[in-house]
């Protein structure tokens, strides 16, 4: 016989992690399937941490979302017992007019979020880590900083199983198909019946859903941690995260925490698609060249000698914008995934956002932006 539960989870990692929390608090019987250990290294989460901004240029409207998920942060935080977000202050900082920096000064100005709009040379006198070119505008915004990443799905797993959730590691899904208004999900350990399935299986999504297939792209992504000549310019109290376009593209880096080094990425690396199961988790000497080349130029204290080099995978969607939506074929399914590079710090209320819709089938959150029937 099939275990029943109210809901399945698919993918315990930073979204499906903080959905089964949600479930569980919510009084639903529900069940976490991932296939590699909690949390892994396979997927977008892994690396200690993750930026969270306030001032968000991607589109307006994520900024009513960050701040609900700002709270369930701080509330999963009091749960855990455990600091998760450390605020060290966030730039935006790209030529004027570039929309890294317009965008994300009008999230300001349309939702009255306190910053402060510096020059390069202010920006490079007041953080001296940064040496920004002529002509750069930033943004400075004070609740900016980072989230640990897996010790947050560590602290959703830990409140989920306190509320009576049943989480397997290691139980990879085969398939799942509609059973009347549910579903059965089939693992490579057993058979499970459930009322509301949620997807949020990162990289592996579209393999999962057939409407999300051409939607959710995995690309191999690689992040460097770079030894400072003088750690003190680079700790979080001295340097906040950033998200900056340059000549060279769009890179994001952060204070040292965690591992030795500056750590830095560049959005989008080389633009690799690839097959989540089969990515090449061994870096090159191109990999680093490519990250110390800005690390270089605009953040030459922290150019020291290489610290770690890891892998990770974005998920993108064609516009870059989540999908977070019920199936539009199977109204039983709950979908979260294409997060494309900047969603983890949304996690919190994502998990919030899911609960609702396999519960209720809807959500008081604007997520209009994020509906799948835009494509």
Same mark, same amino acid.
């Given at each position: 016989?099939?275990?029943?539960?109210?809901s399945?989870?698919?993918?315990v990692?930073?979204?499906g992690s903080a959905?089964?929390?949600?479930?569980a608090?919510?009084g639903?019987?529900?069940?976490?399937l991932?296939?590699?250990?909690i949390p892994h290294?396979?997927?977008?989460?892994h690396g200690?941490?993750?930026?969270?901004?306030?001032?968000?240029?991607?589109?307006?409207?994520y900024?009513?979302?960050?701040?609900?998920?700002?709270?369930?942060?701080?509330?999963?935080e009091?749960h855990?017992?455990?600091?998760?977000?450390?605020?060290?202050?966030?730039i935006?900082?790209?030529?004027s007019?570039h929309?890294v920096? =317009? &965008?994300?000064?009008e999230?300001?100005?349309?939702?009255? *979020? %306190?910053?402060e709009v510096?020059?390069?040379q202010?920006i490079? @006198?007041?953080f001296p880590?940064?040496?920004?070119?002529?002509g750069?505008?930033?943004?400075?915004?004070?609740?900016?900083?980072?989230?640990l990443?897996e010790?947050?799905i560590v602290?959703f797993?830990?409140?989920?199983?306190?509320?009576g959730?049943?989480?397997h590691?290691?139980e990879?899904v085969?398939k799942?198909?509609p059973?009347g208004?549910g579903?059965?999900?089939?693992?490579?350990?057993a058979?499970?019946?459930?009322g509301?399935?949620v997807?949020?299986?990162?990289?592996?999504?579209?393999g999962m859903?057939p409407?999300?297939e051409?939607l959710a792209?995995p690309?191999?992504?690689?992040l460097?941690?770079?030894?400072p000549?003088?750690p003190?310019?680079?700790s979080?109290?001295a340097?906040?995260v950033?998200?900056a376009y340059?000549? =060279? &593209?769009?890179y994001?880096?952060?204070?040292?925490?965690? *591992? %030795?080094?500056f750590?830095?990425g560049?959005?989008?690396?080389? @633009?690799e698609?690839?097959?989540p199961?089969?990515?090449?988790?061994?870096v090159?000497?191109?990999?680093?060249?490519?990250?110390?080349?800005?690390?270089?130029?605009?953040?030459p204290k922290a150019?020291?000698t290489?610290?770690?080099?890891?892998?990770?995978?974005?998920?993108?969607?064609?516009?870059e914008?989540?999908?977070?939506?019920?199936d539009p074929?199977y109204?039983?399914?709950?979908?979260?995934?294409g997060?494309?590079?900047h969603?983890?710090k949304?996690?919190?209320?994502?998990?919030e956002?899911?609960?609702?819709l396999?519960i209720e089938?809807?959500?008081?959150?604007?997520?209009?932006l994020?509906?799948?029937?835009r494509?």
């Open positions: 016989m099939a275990q029943q539960f109210d399945i989870v698919v993918g990692g930073a979204m959905a089964v929390q949600q479930l608090k919510r639903q019987k529900v069940l976490g991932e296939k590699f250990d290294a396979e997927g977008s989460s200690v941490n993750r930026i969270i901004r306030l001032a968000y240029y991607e589109d307006t409207s900024v009513p979302l960050l701040r609900r998920a700002y709270d369930l942060w701080s509330e999963i009091q855990a017992g455990e600091q998760l977000l450390y605020k060290t202050a966030s935006d900082t790209a030529p007019g929309e920096f =317009e &965008g994300s000064l999230s300001c100005l349309e939702h009255d *979020i %306190p910053h510096l020059n390069h202010q490079n @006198e007041r880590g940064y040496e920004l070119p002529p750069h505008m930033g943004l400075l915004q004070q609740d900016g900083g980072f989230v990443s010790r947050a602290a797993v830990n409140g989920a199983v306190a509320e959730a049943e989480i590691a290691r990879s085969l799942w198909e059973e208004q579903v059965r999900v089939f693992t490579d350990r058979e499970y019946t459930a509301r399935l997807v949020t299986a990162g990289a592996w999504a579209g859903v409407s999300l051409e792209v690309e191999r992504q690689v460097a941690w770079l030894q000549e003088d003190s310019l680079f979080p109290e340097f906040p950033f998200n340059f000549d =060279e &593209g769009r994001y880096g952060f204070p040292v925490f965690g *591992i %030795p080094g750590k830095i560049r959005y989008h690396h080389f @633009e698609v690839v097959d199961d089969h990515m090449p988790h061994e090159t000497l191109e990999d680093e060249e490519i990250l110390r080349a800005a690390a270089a130029k605009y953040f150019n020291g290489l610290m770690t080099l890891k892998t990770c995978m974005f998920t993108n969607t064609p516009d914008h989540f999908i977070i939506d019920i074929t109204p039983q399914v709950s979908i979260a995934a997060f494309s590079g969603g983890f949304f996690a919190s209320v994502v998990g956002i899911l609960a609702d396999a089938g809807k959500t008081d959150h604007n997520i209009d994020l509906k799948i029937d494509f």
